[in-house]
């Protein structure tokens, strides 16, 4: 395959899974998504109260006192992420490595996977929700601007991408970093968990179905 067609085939990959995502959001938001997701966040509560795993509005009381670790979450959420990921598959293509095929069918299958239910269990994150605050907003980024959310799904809370994508990349550069990067990358999908729960984006269980769906991604892909 010329480097032109793979280019090509890559990128027809890429807005593929992203128009299916988009089409998904559409979907959703045209059925009344926005009150359905309200409900489902309020059965998610209910049941992270029920088993005693609600710890979301208590972690991020503690990490309001400190402003600049707030930055520095937010900053992580918003960029740092889903970067690290796309930015780690790119080099990987650009070096032609060998393995970049199966790194790249199991962040698809990631993705992908989530479409399912962001369609039948849309979920509104807690920074919705009265006793929440949306670290994003007041830190100058309107994620909700109605121009920013026609390029994301604003009730797709569960399962966490952002989770299956830390889960994904960690799981997969894990065995093969340095010393010091086989010690470090498993810190880094519950670095993630930390800052999408801290910022009010995701709750516990979003943290839960996100890994559990990063792992499926990565055994299914094998």
Known sequence: MTARRSRSRELAI????????LGVRRLVLRRG???????????????????GVAVEPALQRSVLRA??????????Y????????????????RQGDPRFARERRAA????????????????????????????????????EHP????????????????????VVTSVGHAHRAATLGRALWPAYAPAVSLVVVATGNHYVLD????????????????
């Open 78 to 93: 918003a960029l740092a992420n889903v970067m690290l990921s796309i930015g780690l598959l790119l080099r990987m293509y």
């Open 108 to 143: 698809a299958a990631a993705f992908l996977g989530a479409l399912p239910v962001f369609l039948a269990f849309p979920t509104a994150p807690p920074r919705t929700r009265d006793e929440f605050v949306d670290t994003l907003a007041d830190g100058g980024i309107d994620i």
């Open 14 to 21: 890429g807005l593929g899974a992203y128009a299916a995502y």
């Open 67 to 76: 402003p600049r670790a707030v930055h520095a979450l937010n900053a992580g």
């Open 33 to 51: 998504g926005r009150e359905r997701a309200a409900r489902n966040a309020e059965r998610v509560v209910s049941l992270e109260r029920r088993v």
């Open 147 to 166: 121009l920013l959310v026609r390029f994301y799904n604003p009730v797709a809370a569960m399962p966490s991408l952002h989770v299956a994508f830390a």
């Open 207 to 222: 943290v839960a179905g996100g890994a559990a769906l990063g792992l499926a991604a990565r055994a299914l892909t094998r």
